[in-house]
């Protein structure tokens, strides 16, 4: 099941509405999606031209029914901190490899192998949501565990965790020395790939810290195929192919505050 082919080729649904990997309604009306490479290169630094990653977000935001320029995009830097996405005083695309929010703005986290996290709970005033970039880095260093704190610093309770397509713990080849320092840290990603050498398995490193911190983790799976990004050729990868851009993690508000915040 590892290696089911696409049912359709991305290039063909490029210049059509954006496609999504995933998409779910989790209650308390929020959507989480996970999009893939039909929705194009949604990333501004990886070379890819600037108007048409806009043009790419807009159609993105027309898709899930969100304001145009409300979503945010954060400037991730494989570290660990948290923007605040309901500061009034922040920047357009802060830095920060997680965000959360109480009052229901759209949050994207890009990726290319890494884990894209979104999380839900119930705040006292409606949902808190977050997004999280999960890479071998951000996961060492406690990025779950930061944004996981933030959230429950708004009040969330029952958070929940949905995890999107990254790159499997059979494909993560890395030296061996990086393998050991990483299990030391959270054994959960210890993995071998499929050839045999040491290799990381994020997903399974972001599954263990989640449930330790007491979150429901839930894993979609597509029918389009693995949610591995590398063997899943629909999916970015930066691994496989550097140039094929960034796909995205969002979670949004579908009900009456999300149209009050705008
Ligand atoms: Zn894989």
Redesign the pocket.
């Known amino acids: 099941p590892?290696h089911r082919r696409p049912r359709r080729r991305h290039d063909e649904a490029r210049q059509e509405d954006p496609v999504f990997w995933w998409q779910g309604d989790v209650g308390q009306g929020v959507r989480v999606a996970f999009t893939d490479r039909g929705a194009g290169n949604l990333a501004l630094h990886t070379g890819d031209d600037a108007d048409a990653v806009r043009s790419r977000r807009a159609a993105l935001e027309r898709s899930i029914g969100v304001p145009g320029g409300s979503l945010v995009f954060l400037e991730q830097v494989h570290g660990t901190d948290v923007a605040d996405a309901d500061r009034d005083d922040r920047p357009a695309v802060p830095t920060a490899d997680a965000a959360v929010t109480a009052t229901g703005v759209p949050l994207a986290v890009m990726v290319a192998d890494c884990v894209p996290v979104l999380l839900v709970g119930e705040g006292p005033r409606g949902p808190v949501t977050g997004v999280a970039h999960a890479g071998r880095r951000g996961l060492l260093d406690g990025v779950l565990e930061r944004t996981v704190e933030q959230l429950r610093a708004r009040g969330a309770r029952g958070l929940s965790a949905w995890l999107g397509p990254s790159?499997?713990?059979?494909?993560?080849e890395v030296p061996a020395a990086m393998r050991e320092e990483a299990v030391a840290r959270v054994p959960a990603v210890a993995a071998t790939t499929?050839w045999g050498t040491p290799a990381l398995d994020l997903r399974g490193g972001a599954r263990e810290r989640l449930s330790a911190l007491g979150v429901g983790v839930v894993e979609p799976t597509a029918d389009t195929g693995?949610s591995?990004?590398?063997?899943n050729e629909q999916l970015s990868s930066h691994r496989r192919d550097p140039g094929s851009g960034r796909i995205v993690g969002l979670v949004w508000g579908t009900g009456p505050r999300g149209e009050d915040a705008a």
Do not use: F
């Open positions: 590892r790159i499997c713990g059979s494909c993560y499929s693995s591995c990004t590398l063997e």
